[in-house]
């Protein structure tokens, strides 16, 4: 069983930031990428950064100069440093990772639970 568990998320005004984090646990053989992906109400899920294990990061072009991603790979964690944050960031934040179980087992996509960030103008 793996589990991602994500904290950090709150209320802000516009231009202010947070830092959502999200920890893995369970049986973890190995992690290829963790990130982050958001979905506000009456939208679809989207992609916002992930950092792969290369230590590579791809952004949505709307962070892009504002949030940070990145892992503390001994703590199987990873962190996304948010600032000058916009009404339009308000959304659920979901935590991804793809995770090898076993050296023989496929990678999977694994999900948090999600944590609410509301942006206040």
């Known amino acids: 069983q793996v589990q991602l568990v994500e904290s950090g998320g709150g209320l802000v005004q516009a231009g202010g930031a947070l830092r959502l984090s999200c920890a893995a646990s369970?049986?973890?053989?190995?992690?290829?990428?963790m990130g982050w992906y958001r979905q506000a109400p009456g939208k679809q899920r989207e992609l916002v950064a992930v950092?792969?294990?290369?230590?590579?990061?791809n952004y949505a072009d709307s962070v892009k100069d504002r949030f940070t991603v990145s892992r503390d790979s001994a703590k199987n964690t990873a962190y996304l440093h948010m600032n000058s944050l916009k009404p339009e960031d308000t959304a659920v934040y979901y935590c991804?990772?793809?995770?090898?179980?076993?050296?023989?087992?496929?990678?999977?996509?694994?999900w948090g639970q999600g944590t609410q960030v509301t942006v206040s103008s």
């Open positions: 950092a792969t294990t290369g230590g590579s990061a």
């Open positions: 369970g049986s973890i053989f190995s992690i290829n990428a």
């Open positions: 991804n990772a793809r995770i090898k179980t076993g050296f023989y087992n496929p990678l999977r996509n694994y």
